[in-house]
């Protein structure tokens, strides 16, 4: 052993933050924020100040959407769904079209969260994908920044920040088709909850 930390696995089950890199990871944390308006629709999802605006609105459970039981490892490139523990708990989930004013620059989905895992065929299901991880064992670690890509329709776009968010909320969440359209929008660093 060289006496260095090596960075802890994220594995299913693992209760975690997300923080955008918009304006060197000034974007906020993923949230719940607001009752959603959306066909099947539990929250809104924007992004917030802190992770912990409300009991567990920032925070997310990993689970497999492929059936990789709970303490296992998390692949780069893996099938995910995200549970929000806010009230119920709910799912994030890509529901109806991105606004027009964020079509505009690429987006594709507005974000929700719903009650279940399977409101629609790939709608909660998210690859995600790390930038780069230390070790390089192709795990993804907590500290890890990655990209997070919804499978809806087999392209649901990329998870990102865009646009001035509702009251308590920092920036509107949609997915774009570009990976990151801009000033790191789609990059989002993980933190143990």
Not at 9 to 19: C, F, S, V
Not at 70 to 91: C, F, H, K, M, Q
Not at 117 to 123: K, S
Request: no cysteine.
């Amino acid at each position: 052993m060289t006496g260095l930390l090596m960075a802890e696995a994220l594995k299913y089950g693992d209760l975690i933050h997300l923080q955008n890199a918009y304006k060197n990871w000034g974007g906020g944390y993923l949230d719940t924020n607001s009752p959603s308006t959306a066909t099947g629709g539990v929250y809104g999802v924007s992004t917030a100040d802190g992770p912990n605006r409300g009991e567990g609105t920032g925070t997310w459970e990993v689970a497999s959407a492929d059936g990789k039981a709970a303490g296992t490892p998390v692949a780069s490139g893996d099938l995910i769904t995200l549970r929000n523990l806010y009230a119920a708990g709910s799912y994030l989930d890509t529901n109806g079209h991105a606004p027009a004013e964020q079509k505009k620059s690429g987006g594709k989905h507005d974000v929700h969260t719903a009650k279940g895992a399977d409101r629609g065929t790939g709608t909660a299901e998210w690859r995600i994908f790390a930038q780069t991880s230390d070790p390089k064992d192709g795990t993804v670690h907590i500290g890890d920044s990655v990209h997070l890509w919804n499978v809806y329709g087999g392209n649901g776009g990329f998870l990102e920040t865009n646009g001035a968010g509702p009251a308590a909320g920092l920036f509107e969440v949609v997915t774009n088709a570009y990976y990151n359209r801009a000033e790191n929008v789609a990059d989002w660093r993980i933190s143990s909850a």
